[in-house]
């Protein structure tokens, strides 16, 4: 089955510093998507990146913050730049990928995940 | 809009089921998922269901749905303290079916 990579899959960071992350898929995909884990809380979709075009943020989000390179279609970064404490989160890369066991149907797929911790 | 809900915490008995619910308040959902995450780790996807549907069986795990109530669950038989984690209920609804809105996530303690 397709693998999902990201590094770093922690840091600890200066405020003010930005720090890129970068996920790497083992297949081709149209989309990847960039979600937020902070502490205690659930997820929330950042952007999705598609190759060849802009990324599309969602609400909240904005480019100068947050911004996403998708050179290919297996490799997408995601930056988050002017760290505070309040970017400390997990930052998840995910895809959707067949689910070869079972229907076939494409299911979101996630990364690992890479905690950031900003002093 | 779109809106999933759980409730935050769950304990059981080591052996015994448990089940987790969701709501939801967008009745246009397609796919509805369940993930579990473990501490300091990443989500894995545990099973999913079609809005057709209403139940599926994946060896411990079963998920019933039931549409016209918009509320989504999760049983895992002969729960272990492997099982504890949070688990999230998700689903994809009119804003897309590229993006998931997630609950807030169920935590499992699974106690002797």
């Known amino acids: 089955s397709a693998v999902i990579s990201q590094k770093p899959s922690r840091d600890i960071c200066q405020r003010g510093t930005s720090l890129t992350i970068q996920c790497q898929v083992d297949s081709q995909v149209t989309m990847m998507f960039w979600y937020r884990q902070q502490p205690g809380q659930s997820l929330t979709l950042i952007a999705t990146?598609?190759?060849?075009?802009?990324?599309?943020?969602e609400s909240g989000f904005v480019i100068d913050k947050f911004p996403i390179s998708r050179p290919n279609l297996t490799f997408s970064t995601l930056t988050v730049s002017n760290m505070s404490p309040e970017d400390s989160s997990i930052y998840l890369c995910s895809v959707f990928l067949p689910d070869k066991l079972n229907s076939g149907a494409n299911v979101l797929t996630f990364g690992a995940g890479s905690r950031l911790t900003v002093l | 809009g779109e809106d999933v809900e759980q409730s935050l915490f769950l304990s059981v008995r080591e052996g015994d089921s448990s089940v987790i619910n969701c709501t939801y308040t967008d009745s246009s959902s397609t796919y509805l998922y369940w993930y579990k995450q473990e501490p300091g780790a990443g989500l894995q996807l545990l099973t999913y269901?079609?809005?057709?549907?209403d139940m599926k069986q994946d060896q411990r795990l079963t998920v019933l749905l039931n549409k016209k109530d918009k509320h989504l669950s999760l049983r895992i038989a002969d729960t272990q303290t492997g099982d504890s984690a949070i688990y999230f209920c998700a689903g994809t609804f009119s804003g897309g079916y590229n993006k998931l809105i997630f609950g807030a996530g169920t935590r499992l303690a699974v106690h002797p």
């Open positions: 990146a598609n190759q060849g075009s802009e990324a599309t943020y």
């Open positions: 269901i079609f809005s057709n549907m």
